[in-house]
């Protein structure tokens, strides 16, 4: 049975940082993309960034480009974002989805996904 279980959210000051794990049950990580995704209050969901299953290239927003860091965890079936210098436009629910042999994680063509953890930047 495929799970993927998001961890690391919470409350954190403008300008600080945290680290989402996401970790994978069910499947083997090197025939999937996966996506980290976030949805703010009001607003769609969207992609935050991707690492291919092609060829492990990764991809980010260009609201997460030089501040957000995606890679998988040595040897284990946990993906990891770090989050940098984070604002309170960062505040969303943040997802892990994985896609079959995928290469750009569209949000719309993702195979599974988590249930969300909850990132609120706030002083």
């Known amino acids: 049975q495929v799970q993927l279980v998001e961890s690391g959210g919470g409350l954190v000051q403008p300008g600080g940082s945290l680290r989402l794990s996401c970790a994978f049950y069910g499947i083997t990580l090197d025939y999937y993309s996966i996506g980290w995704f976030h949805q703010a209050p009001g607003k769609a969901r969207e992609g935050v960034s991707c690492?291919?299953?092609?060829?492990?290239?990764?991809s980010y927003a260009d609201s997460a480009k030089g501040r957000f860091s995606i890679f998988r965890e040595n040897g284990r079936n946990t993906v990891i974002l770090e989050m940098n210098a984070l604002t309170p436009d960062d505040t969303a629910v943040y997802y892990c989805a994985a896609e079959a042999y995928g290469t750009s994680c569209p949000v719309n063509a993702m195979d599974y996904w988590g249930e969300g953890t909850l990132v609120t930047v706030s002083s």
């Open positions: 690492i291919s299953s092609v060829d492990g290239s990764t």
